[in-house]
């Protein structure tokens, strides 16, 4: 009976260790899914903002943010050439349709990453779910003892 509370004992350190490493991990998850949809946020912004100035005139007044809440007021020099980054704080200037299929296409790549890391979220909180059944199990029959 000893040697099987030991076995036991030793079977919920293994599944409490096993449940803090997954949550640690899932709240990772949730963190990076967050990021993930903060970027694709802004990317769907930016292509919603390219796709209204490439229909407005050359010379058309526009705000132009500063921070802050702040903004100052331009001329709207071309509506052709779209300056995108690169990465690694390099750009480019593109033309608006190129611009677009660029940002279309990084936007499939967020989606699909956020789909992937919403799928591994699930796994991962049914693996937590599978897991917690058993603790509290050992838990009760440690009480009863």
Known sequence: MEKLADEERKKLERILSELSDHQATAEALRQHLSLLAASLSELSMTLETIKTVKELKQGTDILVPMGSDSFITAKLATTEKVITGLGADVAAERSSEDALKV?????????????????????????????RPEAERILEKAKKE
């Open 103 to 131: 940002l279309e296409a990084r936007r499939m790549e967020l989606e699909q990453a956020l789909d992937r890391a919403r799928e591994e979220l699930g796994k991962l909180e049914e693996h937590i779910e599978a897991l």
